[in-house]
């Protein structure tokens, strides 16, 4: 009879982002697991006021804990890693007296710049002590955090997922093709889009660049509004990259933005077979491997991305090498895949302690 529950909490929009759009994937495929019935989840606002919107998620928790405590058993939260500290801790104290287990969904790879000083250290090992697991979206930061706080049991790798898809980009190309590249995310300078921009003004071939994604800075837009090849096509919802993607050849991503974990978007363009110029920032070469599904450039580097550019344009062969292992690439990070090993490690639990999950 199923009889115990698991809560998920996580990022709401807007605004939209890698976070939100992760969590709602989540959501959505346990909606579909028909061995786990229903998802039910507690948003958590990502406004200003931190503390408001704390103060929300808590009342909201202990609501859900009065209706649903005695049904319940597992409590999932997913956030970023400052959230993860503030409403983590919180949910530590309140685990053991409400006998819940706990798990924590970690997005993003800059733990290692978080977690400095003595108070955020204390605060990530009472997660560390109360936690069933931490799942951690990057291999390089799960060396950082077992280094650093000798954990190797409670933490497992989570990387960033997509759905698998059957459709390609056309792999193959004919000498001097028309290079049509694509920028999608969020539309700021340490996201690499300034030197998209300025690498445009030197590539000499043909090609267009088409930005898709939020703009927060006016002084951006009339840079690319001043571009002779590149086009501002606005904001496209989570549900319709793929399909965007589809139009283009070649995804350019030369970030390096602190927050950077696995990106979303290398990973959806793997799923189609994709190559992607992007930067050896992070843990992106653990998913981007130069000269095998990627062209890896420097941090800021205008005159490699341009080469880089260059390159692809004017060589069909290492166009399609790329794109047949893009698409192999996507394997590590196919969602049913990884999905199933995260709810095997939720079902382990409920079976040690005799509990039967759904979600109410």
């Not at 801790?89 to 053991?96: G, I, Q, Y």
């Not at 930067?279 to 490699?304: C, L, R």
Request: with cysteine.
């Amino acid at each position: 009879m199923k009889n115990k529950a698991l809560l998920s909490i996580g990022p709401i929009t807007p605004p939209v982002g890698g976070t939100t759009v992760l969590f709602e994937d989540f959501l959505d495929y346990l909606k579909g697991e028909n061995d786990y019935g229903y998802t039910n989840s507690l948003r958590s606002n990502s406004s200003k006021n931190k503390v408001f919107s704390e103060a929300i998620l808590l009342f909201q928790f202990i609501l859900w804990c009065f209706k649903k405590r005695k049904k319940s058993k597992v409590v999932m939260f997913h956030a970023s890693s400052n959230r993860m500290l503030m409403t983590g801790v919180w949910l530590s104290f309140l685990s053991k007296p409400l006998g819940f287990k706990l798990y924590f969904r970690k997005f993003g790879g800059d733990f290692d710049k978080v977690l400095q000083g003595r108070i955020k250290k204390i605060l990530f090992e009472i997660l560390i002590s109360s936690a069933s697991l931490i799942y951690i979206e990057t291999k390089n930061e799960i060396n950082y955090i077992t280094r650093e706080f000798k954990c190797d049991e409670k933490i497992k790798w989570f990387p960033n997922v997509r759905k698998s898809i059957d459709k390609s980009i056309n792999k193959v190309k004919p000498d001097n093709f028309l290079l049509k590249c694509v920028f999608i995310g969020r539309v700021i300078k340490d996201k690499g889009i300034v030197d998209i921009l300025e690498s445009l003004k030197h590539v000499n071939i043909k090609i267009n660049v088409d930005i898709y994604g939020p703009i927060e800075d006016k002084a951006i837009l009339e840079l690319i509004n001043k571009s002779e090849y590149a086009t501002y096509s606005g904001v496209k919802k989570s549900e319709n990259i793929i399909s965007t993607l589809l139009n283009y050849d070649l995804l350019l991503l030369p970030t390096y933005y602190e927050g950077e974990g696995y990106p979303g978007v290398i990973i959806e363009a793997f799923s189609i077979g994709m190559p992607v110029i992007t930067t050896n920032w992070k843990a992106i070469p653990e998913i981007a491997v130069d000269g095998y599904n990627s062209i890896i450039i420097s941090p800021k580097d205008v005159h490699g991305l341009t080469s880089a550019i260059k390159k692809i344009s004017e060589t069909p062969t290492l166009f399609e090498h790329l794109s047949i292992n893009a698409k192999e690439s996507f394997k590590s990070f196919n969602r049913e895949v990884v999905y199933e090993n995260v709810l095997a490690d939720l079902k382990y639990e409920s079976e040690k302690n005799k509990w039967n999950i759904f979600y109410s």
